[in-house]
T-cell receptor, first 111, second 110 residues
Framework: NAGVTQTPKFRVLKTGQSMTLLCAQDMNHEYMYWYRQDPGMGLRLIHYSVGEGTTAKGEVPDGYNVSRLKKQNFLLGLESAAPSQTSVYFC??????????FGPGTRLTVT | EDQVTQSPEALRLQEGESSSLNCSYTVSGLRGLFWYRQDPGKGPEFLFTLYSAGEEKEKERLKATLTKKESFLHITAPKPEDSATYLCAVRASGNNRLAFGKGNQVVVIP
């Protein structure tokens, strides 16, 4: 089992550019989550999904969109990147909201 | 609003010097308390889930305990490979999300 995988691992964007981060899990988990982690701020929830075709806002959703078209995949989109979105992004999955299993992260820099 | 506070923020230990990390929480109906380990440049790695006061879980040199207001992660005779940031999170009843603390950064010196 690969667990939770994320692509890409690193990305540099210019202000105003768009991109999509892909998260995939092979554990047949219902729930999936996107977090960002910044120094001194801890993990903050961006959006999450409790099943295929469903999404919900987390703590810091502004500037991001998500889609869950397939159970195993959860996509995070930035339509117009801003320097404030420079961060490390983590995806996680869980079985009905219990312990979450995290991916390796994507380090995004917006210049 | 669910709140999780971890202390101390940073801790330096000599190899073999046991210590404890604290996670204080405020939640309306605890459905689970989770401990994770995070190494630099990597994603958090799940360690333990605790569900009710009095519960304890152990793994190698780590032992997690839970009361109605806080959890402790005891590190017994730590080794340099125990150096990491330890994250605490809680899940409230009726909630599908976790609230994370900011972590305890532990450095174990040989």
């Amino acid at each position: 089992n690969a667990g939770v995988t994320q692509t890409p691992k690193f990305r540099v964007l210019k202000t105003g550019q768009s991109m999509t981060l892909l998260c995939a899990q092979d554990m047949n988990h219902e729930y999936m989550y996107w977090y960002r982690q910044d120094p001194g701020m801890g993990l903050r929830l961006i959006h999450y999904s409790v099943g295929e075709g469903t999404t919900a806002k987390g703590e810091v959703p502004d500037g991001y969109n998500v889609s869950r078209l397939k159970k195993q995949n959860f996509l995070l989109g930035l339509e117009s990147a801003a320097p404030s979105q420079t961060s490390v992004y983590f995806c996680a999955s869980s079985d009905r909201g219990n312990e979450q299993y995290f991916g390796p992260g994507t380090r995004l820099t917006v210049t | 609003e669910d709140q999780v506070t971890q202390s101390p923020e940073a801790l330096r230990l000599q190899e073999g010097e046991s210590s404890s990390l604290n996670c204080s929480y405020t939640v309306s109906g605890l459905r689970g308390l989770f401990w994770y380990r995070q190494d630099p440049g990597k994603g958090p790695e799940f360690l333990f889930t605790l569900y009710s006061a009095g519960e304890e879980k152990e793994k190698e040199r780590l032992k997690a305990t839970l009361t109605k207001k806080e959890s402790f992660l005891h590190i017994t005779a730590p080794k340099p490979e125990d150096s990491a940031t330890y994250l605490c999170a809680v899940r409230a009843s009726g909630n599908n999300r976790l609230a994370f603390g900011k972590g305890n950064q532990v450095v174990v010196i040989p």
